[in-house]
């Protein structure tokens, strides 16, 4: 026991390390402001993350899938997520915004940067491989689903908005290649024309493209009011057109001015590319155009409709494509999974400098990422900014709730030794800093992610650890 445990602090107080230097590098000594901070971040960003992806994929054998602690992980997010929607459906106080929230906090967890060396100092290799399958899954689907969930919230809001009275009338929808998002940072407007067949054909377009006005050199500005946090299958970095306010251009431009001082960085978190505003956003507000000559169809009822679910659907799946397309992570993902099928298939190993070129900048990816950790908690205006009965509520969410429910989920699909605790200590890791950065970035309770996040990485270590020893003493 003791030896496993000085194993565990062995892998574990490095990252410690070097998530405190950078929030003292910040904090106490000063030495880094935030334009420094983005260099740093974009770094990790661009290269480091990205290519420590590409090494850990491309050495992991896809042959050796375990699908059983697969179908665990994937039954644990339909246990927590069908209550959700059925609550969210049959209780009248219910809410999406809760739905989207607990479910990020119960399931999202920081595996490639934290669970990747601590799980393999508790359980050795055959646990590292295993981890690396969830990593995988998590940044391809769960990340993937919790960004549809936002996005689908975000273009309900955006109709409602533009559309109350006659959604059901919309026959289609195109949406601008500049348009990436329909989050609070993007300021868009739609322009509506009624067609010959008497149905609503909706563009919709980013304000500051169809103004004519470019933002874009204000990019400097704006740098200085956004925290840009990256990992495994992250999401684009937003253009310099995005503001966090929709009043007036002209306000939007003074308000950038004004902040110029603002406390800014972009950080690695365990499995995505992520964008956030340190301080407060505003919600946006979207501008319509209709076309003069024609008048859009009103129910007479004058309520509220709902779109049609495929309008909606288009929506989603166009926002989403773009963002992972413009993701270099996905990439490296992709390179990543293609040559192990092959290399592992055909027994071939790769080229000695390709494997150098890959090596000397992966091994930069989990200290800078964990520094980069320690800025985003240094940029972070208040440690804990919500009511202390709430961070109990959510620390519980993700330390007690997740875990149990994915320790129940291996034991009906028949896990068992060290695939079991393996399964069950991921679900107990800190939670995903992706979280944080969506729900800033559409606005859904940004205060209780940024705190769960800051206070389950303070306390990983002894949660993880009494996970671990507890799980010895259970003969499963």
Avoid at 228 to 234: D, E, G, I, Q, V
Avoid at 420 to 428: D, G, I, L, N, Y
Wanted: aromatic share 10%; net charge neutral; with cysteine.
């Amino acid at each position: 026991m003791v030896i496993d445990l000085l194993a565990v602090f062995g892998a574990v107080v490095p990252l410690y390390l070097a998530i405190g230097l950078g929030y003292i590098s910040v904090r106490w000594w000063r030495v880094l402001n935030p334009e420094q901070c983005s260099g740093i971040n974009s770094y990790v960003s661009n290269f480091a993350v990205p290519v420590l992806v590409l090494d850990i994929l491309s050495a992991n054998n896809p042959y050796t899938m375990n699908f059983k602690a697969i179908a665990a992980d994937i039954l644990q997010k339909v246990v927590i997520f069908v209550p959700l929607i059925l609550w969210k459906f049959l209780s009248k106080n219910s809410s999406f915004d809760w739905v989207i929230t607990i479910f990020g906090l119960s399931t999202l967890s920081n595996t490639l940067l934290v669970g990747l060396p601590l799980v393999q100092s508790m359980y050795g290799d055959s646990s590292y491989s295993l981890l690396v399958q969830l990593v995988v899954i998590q940044s391809l689907i769960w990340m993937n689903m919790l960004l549809a969930l936002y996005e689908y919230r975000a273009a309900r809001i955006l109709i409602a908005e533009k559309f109350p009275t006659n959604a059901k009338s919309i026959g289609s929808v195109r949406v601008d290649p500049d348009v990436d998002s329909f989050s609070d940072l993007e300021q868009l407007e739609t322009d509506a024309e009624v067609g010959s067949d008497g149905r609503l054909h909706v563009v919709v377009r980013s304000f500051s493209v169809s103004s004519g006005i470019s933002v874009g050199s204000f990019h400097s500005v704006e740098s200085a009011d956004e925290l840009n946090l990256w990992a495994m299958s992250s999401y684009p970095r937003q253009s310099s057109r995005r503001s966090g306010s929709g009043k007036s251009l002209g306000h939007h431009l003074e308000r950038h001015f004004h902040k110029q001082r603002s406390h800014t960085s972009r950080v690695a978190d365990s499995s995505f590319d992520i964008e956030a505003i340190t301080e407060d956003s505003e919600p946006s507000h979207h501008t319509e155009k209709t076309a003069s000559n024609h008048s859009p169809v009103i129910n007479q009822d004058g309520e509220q409709e709902s779109p049609p679910a495929g309008i909606v659907a288009k929506l989603i799946i166009i926002t989403v494509w773009r963002k992972l397309i413009r993701n270099p992570n996905t990439y490296a993902s992709v390179v990543g999974l293609v040559w192990s099928l092959i290399a592992f298939r055909l027994n071939i190993e790769m080229p000695l400098i390709i494997k150098g070129s890959i090596t000397i900048i992966s091994k930069t990816g989990i200290g800078m990422a964990m520094f980069s950790l320690g800025l985003f908690m240094a940029l972070q205006p208040k440690i804990i900014s919500i009511k202390i009965s709430m961070l109990l509520k959510c620390t519980a969410v993700r330390l007690l709730l997740g875990p149990l429910i994915m320790a129940a989920t291996s034991v009906a699909v028949g896990l068992h030794g060290t695939v079991f605790h393996t399964a069950t200590v991921q679900a107990a890791l800190p939670l995903s800093i992706v979280c944080f950065v969506f729900a800033k970035q559409y606005n859904v309770h940004p205060e209780i992610f940024s705190t769960t996040i800051i206070i389950t990485t303070a306390l990983f270590l002894p949660v993880t650890i009494i996970c671990y020893v507890i799980l010895r003493f259970i003969p499963w």
